[in-house]
């Protein structure tokens, strides 16, 4: 009295086990011992347990969005690496749908799953690959071909990205190939200093002060004092301007062999002393 009785379960929809298939038991089971979110966890096994080899695509949705949490990615990667790790030959199948989960997840997945690959986070994805390349079945030779053709083919795609560290866009394209080898900054300094350059006006050739004499002989360049313009000046000032430009001519003039040099002085030496006059004879003399 005061207790209320169970309700009847229907016999179709007895979850316990000895009303249940013997595999779908055995899934019930390792299901509910997972670690992990209980529908991730559903997920992953309901991939890898059940034994297909034509996973459909909808399947890997939710597991394709838990790879965006951190949590999320760290449990895929556990049962993965399980998966990839199998000792059993006859599991085969697991071991095939473990590549082809990985497979997704690298098509799809979030980018830092690969990022965290690349830093040694979770596992040597790589290894795995590399050993499952040569994938034993001695009994059942179709089983190891699908095998290690379909690691081989993931191996070539995980590589270049494990090189470069994970990076890749979202439509498979490498990232380091589209990094810009300037940085914004540097690019903008650049152009400040080219357009500052451009402002700048450019500075006019310098005049000299005053009258430029080459070797003492000739006064180079515009003076205002010698311009025909010059009309303040008298014709005396200009007259012994003149007399003062000679005056320095004649005194190079003079000094031009004693400036010429050694090799100057040893021609003239060597040259030849003029003639004097041929001496006359009056033969009307004799």
């Given at each position: 009295?005061g ?7 229907h016999?179709?929809l007895d979850?316990?086990?000895?009303t249940?298939?013997?595999p ?11 670690s992990?979110?209980p529908k991730l966890?559903?997920?992953l096994?309901?991939i890898?347990?059940w ?12 597991i394709?969005?838990?790879t ?8 895929i990667m556990q ?5 990839l790790s ?7 199948k697991?071991?095939?749908a ?5 497979e997704?997840?690298?098509?799809s997945?979030s980018?830092?799953?690969?990022v965290?690959?690349?830093e ?18 001695s ?6 071909n699908l095998?290690r ?5 993931l191996r ?7 090189q ?6 979202p439509?498979?394209g490498?990232m380091k ?11 903008s ?10 402002d700048?006006?450019v500075?006019?050739?310098r005049?000299?002060a005053g009258?430029v004499v ?6 180079v360049?515009h003076s ?10 008298g014709e005396?000032a ?18 031009r062999?004693?400036?010429?040099g ?5 021609q ?5 002393a003029?003639?004097?006059?041929a ?8």
């Open positions: 009295r207790r209320r009785s169970a309700p009847p379960r016999p179709g979850p316990s086990p000895r249940m298939p013997m779908v038991s055995a899934l019930l089971a390792r299901t509910q011992g997972s992990g979110p966890a559903d997920e096994r309901r890898t347990e034994g297909i080899i034509n996973i459909p695509d909808d399947l890997f949705l939710h394709i969005n838990a965006h949490n951190e949590d999320g990615r760290r449990h049962h993965l690496r399980e998966c199998e000792p059993a030959g006859n599991r085969w697991r071991v095939y473990g590549l082809a989960l990985a997704k997840l690298v098509q997945g980018p830092e799953l690969m965290e690959t690349a040694g986070r979770h596992f040597d994805l790589v290894q795995r690959l590399s050993f499952l390349e040569h994938f034993e079945r009994s059942d030779r179709t089983a190891q095998v053709k379909k690691a081989a083919a070539a795609d995980v590589v270049p990205l494990i470069s560290g994970g990076l890749r866009e439509w498979g490498d190939d589209n990094l810009s080898t300037c940085s914004p900054k540097t690019a300094t650049t152009s400040t200093l080219t357009s500052l350059s451009s700048m006006p500075p006019a050739p005049t000299p009258p080459v070797n003492g002989i000739v006064t360049g205002e004092d010698t311009t025909s313009g010059s009309s303040d000046e005396g200009l007259a012994s301007r003149r007399g003062r430009q000679r005056t320095l001519r004649k005194a190079s003039d003079r000094r062999p004693a400036a010429a050694p090799k100057v002085a040893e003239a030496a060597a040259a030849p003029p003639r004097g006059p001496a006359t004879v009056d033969l009307l003399g004799l």
